[in-house]
């Protein structure tokens, strides 16, 4: 088994490191899950290979980029699909959660809590809902309760991670109300011992994120 | 014979990247391009509300790096083994970082304001993330991204800095001189060269 050491602030306490943890607690495989504090970033920066973070080093070697980390450990762990084009699905799915927490980023960071407030109402109507009645529309299709193909695939986690553990959190489930099945699937990727397991540990390990 | 339909704009923008691979590639597919006032009439029969959309013997396939990627891998352009996949999905990822930085300049109206928020991105995204690029460049010394032959992380780079130099001007890559190289490269292959001649003349 390679050594894994997943290097990411401490803060956001899930943020774009989050989808990897989950994948690899899913999968029961260990990894060094490094967090530093902000005061630390100005020394990390420089050698990392973009200047940004999350990073993964596998043996040593390093690779930069969240969704590019999670897909290789996806792949890895047998997590990533069942054929090509399966992949691409979930890749798809990913790129969607990417965007996503790209959008959220604009009310995350507003300090005024006015316009704060303001911006997620907004964002939760002209970004979330539209797409919470695609996938629906997506899971519908595809007929099994997974995002792709018929078993758990990093799609899934990403979802659970976006809209179960992020915005169920934050907004309650009113915003789900019409879309049962990826409910649904949130709740059952919720409930599957690993991640029940990964969970528990890292809400007893780590502080809640001061937002 | 896999049927492709490549859904999107009549721009480069998103869609680019995958009309690059296949055009590198040599491999036949619909270029299906509309214009931005039909965009209500695609909209609704996208998974997502998005393009571009990639029809694959009809089965859809949306996001720009899913559909590019999954070309790539198709089509002998992703890299010789894991490893490689993997490096060249994360400059990829990096090009698609640099695009989102665009939208507010693309976007800006007053030509003044356009110019300082080009100028700011440039200073403080663009040139840090070539520093570092083009120390990858060296680093790997086969004047690729990745490995030792084109990739579609090289056409990435070539499809967002090649429009960039158009609109903003040589001196974007100036301090640059292995992508330079390297863009040009891309530039210069007899079939990328060919597309380009002979693709439509868009503003994006």
Known sequence: ?211 | MVHYKLIYFNLRGRGELARLVLHHQEVAFEDFRFEREEWPKYKAGTPFGQVPVLEVDGKPLAQSNAIARYLARQHGLAGQNEWEQSQADMYVDCIYDLISGTRPIIYETDKEKQKEILQKFLKETVNPHLEKLEQQLIKNGTGFLVGKSITWADLAYYSFFSPMTERFGDSVIDNSPHLKKLVEHVANIPQIKKYVETRPKTTL
């Not at chain 1, 980029?65 to 290789?72: D, G, P």
């Not at chain 1, 397991?197 to 809400?203: G, N, P």
């Open chain 1, 1 to 211: 088994m390679p050594v894994y050491k997943l290097h990411y602030f401490n803060n956001p306490r899930q943020g774009r490191a989050e989808l990897s943890r989950l994948i690899l607690s899913q999968a029961g495989v260990e990894f060094q899950d490094i967090r530093f504090a902000h005061c630390e970033w100005p020394a990390i920066k420089p050698t990392t290979p973009f200047g940004h973070v999350p990073i993964l080093e596998v043996d040593g070697r390093v690779l930069a980029q969240s969704n590019t980390i999670a897909r290789y450990l996806a792949k890895k762990h047998g997590l990533a699909g069942q054929d090509e084009w399966e992949e691409a699905l979930a890749d798809m799915y990913a790129d969607n959660i990417h965007d996503l927490l790209n959008a959220v980023a604009v009310p995350f960071v507003e300090k005024d809590p006015v316009k704060k407030k303001e911006l997620y109402q907004n964002f939760m109507r002209i970004t979330i809902a539209p797409h919470v009645a695609a996938v629906e529309k997506q899971l519908k299709k595809n007929n099994t309760g997974y995002l792709v193909g018929n078993q758990l695939t990093w799609a899934d986690l990403a979802y659970y991670a976006y809209f179960s553990d992020f915005l169920e959190v934050k907004f309650g489930s009113a915003f789900l109300k019409a879309a049962p099945r990826l409910k649904a699937l949130i709740d059952r990727v919720k409930a599957l011992p690993n991640v029940q397991k990964w969970t528990a540990y890292r809400d007893a390990t780590y502080p809640e994120d001061k937002e």
